[in-house]
């Protein structure tokens, strides 16, 4: 669980890093730019002999979902939401890791369910009257596709690894960042038709883009999707929720987006965040499964 815990302390600032100092980059060639230098971080830490071509493929499709689907929805959703609500409308991604779950283990797991249902209340206690303009729907929708995409890599990842503990999880990572960038760069000469790397980043922006790629991305997918196979569906969900008022505070009060912030958005965030350790608390209740 400390891989999780360390990836949501990390990826509360990312957030706020893009709405803001990012901000007039053309966002697919972020997540090119993230995914690039992720690949370029885990290249030395490749091992070919340790999987078949099956199971390579099987990989780079793991991270063309997981990473190459979801930041392409993700950062597209910045062009029509603030950044404190992009996080906030990643409150769903519990609910269907545990579908996607279920589905795939044809089981129904209640503690689960109701783990990640007190997540998503108490994320959503946090801020819910903000939603009007056909923009915000947009960015909702993008979001939820997102969503999906993450939801997605975290189960199939966590399954695939769980069924070959002989091999460890730097020797493969690498082909999921592979399926991540292919996917991005063909998103980007597609959709925004420009080359995958911004050529009008300035030099702050630059460094924050270095950081993303090999803290944000390269180093904390890894903790993230490690840390998805040593423990529970039940907690993996819940961290998904963890990481929302951390984001949503380091926003709205850190990088100023609710201009000093009100009273009545500490409280909510006060509140929801007390839910959600609470649902940490009821999924944790579980043996975990162990791996390399």
């Known amino acids: 669980m400390l891989y999780l815990v360390i990836t949501t302390l990390i990826w509360a600032f990312s957030f706020g890093l893009i709405g803001n100092t990012l901000k007039g980059l053309d966002l697919l060639q972020v997540a090119d730019t993230r995914l690039l230098l992720a690949l370029l971080a885990f290249i030395p830490f490749l091992k070919l002999r340790d999987t078949n071509w099956l199971e390579k493929w099987q990989l780079t499709l793991i991270g063309a979902i997981q990473y190459g689907v979801m930041y392409t929805c993700y950062l597209s959703a910045f062009r029509f939401l603030p950044s404190h609500l992009v996080a906030l409308f990643s409150v769903l991604t519990p609910l269907y890791i545990v579908v996607i779950?279920?589905?795939?283990?044809?089981?129904?797991?209640?503690?689960?369910?109701?783990?990640?249902?007190?997540?998503?209340?108490?994320?959503?206690?946090?801020?819910?009257?903000?939603?009007?303009?056909?923009?915000?729907?947009?960015?909702?929708?993008?979001?939820?596709?997102?969503?999906?995409?993450?939801?997605?890599?975290?189960?199939?990842?966590?399954?695939?690894?769980?069924?070959?503990?002989?091999?460890?999880?730097?020797?493969?990572?690498?082909?999921?960042?592979?399926?991540?960038?292919?996917?991005?760069?063909?998103?980007?000469?597609?959709?925004?038709?420009?080359?995958p790397i911004p050529s009008s980043a300035t030099a702050t922006q630059w460094l924050v883009l270095v950081y993303l790629g090999v803290v944000a991305s390269g180093l904390s997918f890894f903790f993230w999707n490690k840390g998805a196979t040593l423990t529970s569906v039940g907690v993996l969900a819940t961290f998904n929720n963890a990481l929302v008022p951390l984001a949503m505070f380091t926003s709205l009060f850190v990088f100023g987006e609710a201009s000093g912030g009100t009273p009545e958005q500490l409280v909510r965030l006060i509140i929801g965040s007390i839910l959600i350790i609470l649902a940490l608390v009821i999924a944790k209740n579980r043996a975990n499964p162990q791996a390399n």
Do not use: C
């Open 101 to 195: 779950n279920d589905l795939r283990q044809r089981s129904f797991s209640p503690r689960y369910i109701l783990a990640a249902g007190l997540s998503i209340f108490g994320a959503a206690v946090i801020k819910f009257n903000e939603i009007g303009s056909n923009e915000i729907w947009i960015g909702f929708g993008l979001m939820q596709m997102a969503n999906l995409a993450f939801a997605f890599g975290q189960v199939y990842y966590r399954d695939w690894k769980l069924s070959r503990p002989h091999i460890n999880n730097s020797a493969v990572f690498g082909f999921l960042y592979f399926g991540g960038a292919v996917f991005t760069i063909l998103a980007t000469l597609l959709l925004s038709q420009q080359a």
